[in-house]
């Protein structure tokens, strides 16, 4: 058994029975070999030690694949620390992404979740995606339209597809000026203004509002997506508790957050074994020590319990639960 220590971020005491590390080339002989995809473990919670895992993290590079005065369109290897190629495109004068600074994990893995954090998501970076797919046995090419992009989600987590397509490159357009993103009211209240017009200065400022709201590890960050309602819904819940904070979405729906629903049922700090709902961010659950896989989907489903209680609101884990080894 291999242990998982640098294969997740939750610190868990999990092994896997095989872990494949392999380079693009070497994919399409080893896939079929492995149950679950990952990239650098950042969003997992391991239910017990697990069968076999193809690792992406060695898979890396870029290459520019057209440029004009304005724009830039890259191509980057899924298996790149996704923080550190936010760093690598701010030294290129590559713009855009500078307030999806210093999130955790992979390019890769950045696209199965189109990530999002204050005001920016990854989606409209997105050209396109390749990969191999163990299905059909063949490299696909998958422009951004067909990924089905939406809050938190892509078809990489669909069925057919998770742990059936291994992403290997990621394609996104860029900006080659930089125009700051100061929408979120976090970031509003932080920034300089002046300032905010150096994109350094705006990646530090992101990176300082994600570690004082972060623990350094045992985390998977948020644990839960931030549920969207409807506008019945909301009223419901606004008659319930009139100062909800809520955001407006494109298609007419709110989404409120998980952390304020959390905070309010009084479960800031509530611990099961080692597992806590984190004090500074209760979106956050955290290893305090010695949890076990029980105790934190205890917590879990206990946070869910309550809220459900409290709110009539199912909260949906933004953690992928990945099931143990079967044994025999
Ligand atoms: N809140 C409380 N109590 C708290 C903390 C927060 O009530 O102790 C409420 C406040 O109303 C606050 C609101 O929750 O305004 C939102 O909190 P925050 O700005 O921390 O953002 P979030 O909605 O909880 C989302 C993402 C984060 C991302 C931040 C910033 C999801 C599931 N999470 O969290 O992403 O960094 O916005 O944009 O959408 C992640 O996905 O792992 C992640 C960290």
């Known amino acids: 058994m291999i242990p998982l ?24 002989e080893i896939a079929c070999s492995a149950t679950y995809i990952i990239g650098e ?5 391991p239910l017990g030690n697990l069968p076999p895992i193809l690792c992406t993290r060695a ?25 550190a190629w936010v760093r690598f495109c701010i030294a290129h004068g590559w713009h855009g992404l500078e307030n999806l600074a210093a ?60 742990d059936d397509f291994i992403i290997t490159r990621v394609t996104l357009r860029l900006k080659k000026s930089f125009e700051p993103v100061l929408t979120y009211p976090d970031v509003r ?14 990646y530090q400022v992101i990176r300082a509002i994600r570690s004082e709201k972060l623990p350094a590890q045992g985390s998977a960050g948020s644990f839960f997506k931030n549920p969207i309602l409807s506008e019945a819904e909301l009223q419901r819940l606004q008659q319930q508790a009139p100062e909800i904070p809520f955001y407006s979405m494109p298609d007419g729906s709110f989404k409120v957050p998980a952390a304020w629903l959390i905070d309010r049922a009084g479960l800031k700090g509530y611990r099961i074994g080692d597992a806590e709902v984190y004090e500074k961010q209760p979106l956050v659950l955290v290893n305090r020590g010695k949890a076990t896989p029980n105790e934190f989907l205890a917590l879990a489903r206990e946070v869910q319990r309550i809220v ?21």
Do not use: M
């Open 189 to 202: 209240k932080r920034v300089d203004k002046v300032r905010s017009h150096d994109p350094w200065y705006l």
């Open 59 to 83: 898979i890396k590079g870029y290459q520019i694949l057209r440029e004009s005065i304005s724009e830039v369109e890259v191509e980057v290897a899924a298996g790149e620390n996704w923080d």
């Open 308 to 328: 459900w209680e409290r709110w009539g609101i199912r909260l949906e884990p933004e953690v992928r639960f990945l099931e143990a080894q079967k044994t025999a």
């Open 103 to 162: 999130i955790p994990g992979t390019v890769g893995a950045a696209v199965v979740q189109n990530i999002g954090a204050y005001g920016v998501e990854l989606a409209p970076f997105l050209v396109k995606v390749r990969g191999w797919n163990k299905r059909l046995e063949a490299w696909q090419e998958l422009p951004a339209h067909t990924c089905k992009l939406s809050y938190r989600h892509s078809i990489f987590q669909e069925k057919g597809w998770q």
């Open 41 to 45: 473990g950042s969003n997992i919670l």
């Open 5 to 28: 220590d640098e294969y997740h971020t939750l610190g868990l005491p999990v092994s896997t029975s095989a872990l494949f590390l392999p380079s693009e080339e070497e994919i399409p």
